[in-house]
């Protein structure tokens, strides 16, 4: 930067976007230059302005947003897809509305509770007392030898035992008894 005039960076040195390096080399161009120091002079009034124009012309007037911006599809409404609108209800109607619904809840809640009630009192079915007792033995059994012509003679394998005395099971056979 000898003898050649800065012109080329005097509006990056007035942005601010040289480095270090660049800005003190235009600097110490401009010390001893009239015509950049003038340049440099100029660009810095005409800065600001580029500056705030920018800043308008980036920023969209009121309402020219939403025109640029496409509309949603519209879709064809039949008697059967338009909004379900309610009725707007008095404060009147809405009391009323609420006891109502109040009142149907206590008398479900009534109506639950009795059934309860008459289903402990009236059980669905007598409980009758069913026990099996199996007993397993580890001795050997005895075979049967038959002769030809002879019925085999077979002997129950299961045999009915009461419960013993004492047992949940046998105050039931008991209380049926009587």
């Given at each position: 930067m000898n003898g050649e005039h800065i012109i080329d960076l005097v509006p990056d040195y007035v942005l601010e976007l040289l480095p270090p390096a660049g800005r003190a080399s235009v600097e110490a161009h401009a010390a001893h230059c009239e015509s950049c120091r003038r340049a440099i002079l100029a660009e810095r009034q005409i800065g600001p302005l580029v500056r705030q124009t920018l800043t308008l012309a980036s920023r969209p007037q009121p309402g020219r947003l939403a025109a640029l911006m496409p509309r949603p599809p519209q879709l064809a409404r039949s008697r059967w897809t338009r909004?379900?609108?309610?009725?707007?209800?008095?404060?009147?109607?809405?009391?009323?509305?609420?006891?109502?619904?109040?009142?149907?809840?206590?008398?479900?809640?009534?109506?639950?509770?009795?059934?309860?009630?008459?289903?402990?009192?009236?059980?669905?079915?007598?409980?009758?007392?069913?026990?099996?007792?199996?007993?397993?033995?580890?001795?050997?059994?005895?075979?049967?030898?038959?002769?030809a012509g002879e019925q085999p003679e077979f002997e129950p394998a299961i045999q009915l035992v009461p419960a013993p005395a004492g047992t949940p099971v046998a105050a039931l056979e008991t209380a049926g008894q009587n």
């Open positions: 909004p379900l609108r309610l009725p707007v209800l008095a404060r009147e109607q809405l009391v009323a509305l609420r006891s109502f619904a109040a009142a149907l809840c206590l008398m479900v809640l009534l109506t639950v509770g009795s059934l309860q009630l008459w289903q402990a009192q009236y059980p669905a079915g007598d409980p009758s007392a069913t026990a099996i007792v199996v007993t397993a033995t580890l001795a050997p059994t005895a075979t049967n030898t038959v002769v």
